[in-house]
C-alpha cells in the first residue's frame, strides 16, 4: 500500500462540494460516492469531501449548535495556474474574500471561501 497524505472536510453533501472541487480543480474526483469524495491534488495528496451526518454518526457526535463562522482550516494550492484556478472557484459558486495581492511570505494569493465555508487559497510565486 502507498502512503498518501489526505485532508477530509466534512460537507452537507459531498455530491453538491464535488461539483464545486471539479470545476475548481479541473478534474474529476478519484472517487464519487454518495458519502465520500475524494480528488488526488497529486500524487500521494487528497481531499476527501465526507458528509458530516457520516461522521456524526461515526464518532457519535452532536450537531454543534451556534458553529462560529470563522474558519477553522483552508486549502492552500500554490499552482501555476492560481489565476485560472480562482476565476473557477468563482464561476463554482465560491465567494472571494480577497483578491491576488503579494504576501509577506512572498507568494501571490487570492482567498475564496467554498459553498461549505472552507477557505481555499490560490496561490502563485511572486
Known amino acids: 500500500m ?53 461522521i456524526r454518526r461515526l464518532l457519535s457526535l452532536a450537531d454543534r449548535e451556534n458553529r462560529p463562522t470563522f474558519p477553522e482550516a483552508e486549502l492552500y494550492l500554490l499552482r501555476p495556474d492560481a489565476r485560472a484556478l480562482c476565476h473557477r472557484a468563482l464561476l463554482a459558486g465560491g465567494t472571494s474574500l480577497s483578491e491576488f495581492v503579494l504576501r509577506d511570505w512572498s507568494y501571490t494569493v487570492a482567498y475564496v471561501r467554498d459553498p461549505d465555508g472552507h477557505l481555499v487559497a490560490s496561490a502563485e510565486n511572486g
Not at 472536510?9 to 475524494?38: C, H, N
Request: proline share 9%; aromatic share 14%; with cysteine.
Open 2 to 54: 502507498k502512503a498518501e497524505v489526505e485532508w477530509i472536510w466534512f460537507v452537507e453533501g459531498p455530491e453538491q462540494s464535488a461539483v464545486f472541487y471539479r470545476q475548481v480543480l479541473d478534474k474529476p474526483p478519484r472517487l464519487f460516492s454518495p458519502a465520500m469524495v475524494e480528488f488526488e491534488l497529486q500524487p500521494g495528496c487528497v481531499l476527501g469531501l465526507m458528509r458530516k451526518s457520516g
